[in-house]
């Protein structure tokens, strides 16, 4: 158990856990403000990869040597570490995927294959990544459904009444982001949840960038699908999580098909493994999962709810000093926050002005602010959507982890000091 609190949360300590962290980018300390994209490793999981690869380096499943058994109990170790972080009800929930992308590609698909037909509709909303778009769209062109979207407002919270209006009877599932990725909103989904159930509608959920920032119970959520990366919950590039209710996992069909998820093969007839390894086909990604694993244990040991405090008070520090730059007028921000949910996670989209009041190009400002150091990410986030919802090309976007400080922040609003100087001439 956690028993530290937010006044004793020392980000020194924590930072030195990030050897990355103690690197120089163009003879400038790194600023790392690029955590939505992905995190930093900390050491443990560097040196979990490190020793599996050392120690244990074998197949799992299959083999009854000692190496493969290691390598499994190591595997299944991280399963259950993924089951209790969620808190699913059974271990075989938890499926090892490549991403958050492979996951919503796998729902779509064997969901989709069985419980979707022509006149069907699919729900998703306007602040979706690609990965929530494109899977449903490809569904609904193989199957000829229909994809709606909830309306965000100006404010880059989901219309809840519009919300209400678009399920029916004809509604087959609800994709949603739990937190947005470029607008930091935090979404009511337990309470949506709750409303597409009274439709028997159920509900996968993208936990992208809602398990680096807070705790999340699926059980409680009563979510039906949760998926996730590892790669920004500290843990290695490659592998994911797509949790699913049992009894929705059990229904569907296979998606891949190979090694691992089967339980006889012959030329006439194959039967399938049980869960999760249905779902598993092939050599999974072990270092990835040990990786997993250990990320876990790390972000457990910080302990999300001071992960959360810390974060929230980055982010009011963050709005505040940003919107107290100055352009063309000495009275007005130069700064305008694409994002500003009553309900946020660390996450700021900004657009910046130049000393006549012209709007940067986000992808400006990131180079320049890259010869200083500090990475931010600037684009349209893989939500093209939104940015035209919002009448911008792309933002500036800073996201903020447990090991940012504000003193990193203070620099980011230097280096933007900086970069309308040199647009000022
Ligand atoms: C990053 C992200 C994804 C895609 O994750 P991958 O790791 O690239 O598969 C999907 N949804 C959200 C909200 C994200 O932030």
């Known amino acids: 158990m956690n028993t530290a609190t937010a006044l004793d949360f020392n980000v020194e300590s924590i930072r030195a856990e990030f050897p ?43 083999g009854n040597h000692f190496l493969s058994q290691q390598a499994t109990s190591a595997l299944e170790a991280s399963r259950r570490a993924v089951q209790a972080f969620i808190n699913a009800e059974e271990e075989r929930e938890i499926i090892f995927v490549r991403g958050t992308t492979e996951a919503i590609n796998l729902v779509a698909s064997s969901y989709g294959d069985f419980a ?26 193989r199957k000829n459904a229909v994809l709606k979207v ?64 807070e705790r ?36 569907m069909p296979p998606y891949h098909g190979g090694g691992a998820m089967i339980s006889s093969v012959t030329f006439e007839k194959t039967t399938y493994n049980e ?57 007005t921000p130069a700064v305008r926050i694409i994002g500003t949910a009553a309900q946020k996670a660390s996450v700021i989209s900004f657009m910046v002005q130049d000393a006549r009041g012209a709007d940067i190009h986000p992808h400006d400002v990131g180079t320049l602010l890259d010869n200083d150091g500090i990475a931010i990410r600037t684009g349209h986030h893989c939500t093209q959507p939104l940015m035209k919802r919002f009448g911008v090309p792309a933002t500036c976007r800073a996201s903020f982890a447990f090991y940012n400080t504000t003193a990193e922040i203070d620099a980011l609003v230097r280096g933007l000091a900086k970069v309308q100087k040199i647009f000022a001439v």
């Open 20 to 62: 990355i962290l103690q690197e120089k980018v163009h003879g400038k300390p790194l600023v790392y403000l690029d955590n939505a994209n992905t995190s930093q490793k900390p050491r443990s999981v560097v040196e979990a990869i490190d020793h599996y690869y050392r120690a244990m380096n074998s197949n799992v499943h299959r």
């Open 216 to 251: 999340v119970d699926v059980q409680d959520l009563d979510a039906d699908f949760y998926v996730f990366s590892g790669h920004k919950l500290f843990a290695p590039t490659g592998i994911g999580v797509l949790y699913g209710k049992a009894e929705w996992l059990e229904k």
């Open 275 to 331: 869960l999760p390894f249905k779902f598993e086909a092939g050599t999974p990604h072990i270092e990835g999962i040990i990786g997993l694993g250990a990320a876990i244990d790390y972000v457990q040991r910080v302990g999300l709810d001071n992960i959360a405090e810390y974060e929230q008070e980055l982010l009011a520090y963050g709005t505040q000093a940003l919107m107290g730059l100055r352009g063309a007028s000495s009275t």
């Open 116 to 141: 979707v037909n022509a006149g069907d509709e699919i729900l998703i909303s306007a602040m979706e990544h690609h990965s929530n778009i494109v899977p449903w769209q490809l569904l609904c062109a």
């Open 150 to 213: 909830i309306p965000v407002n100006d404010a880059g919270e989901l219309d809840m009444e519009a919300f209400a209006n678009l399920l029916s009877e004809r509604t087959r599932i609800l994709a949603i982001t739990h937190i947005s990725n470029t607008l930091g909103t935090i979404n009511p989904v337990k309470e949506m949840i709750a409303k597409a159930h009274e439709y028997n509608v159920p509900v996968l959920i993208d936990g992208a960038q809602s398990v680096p920032h």
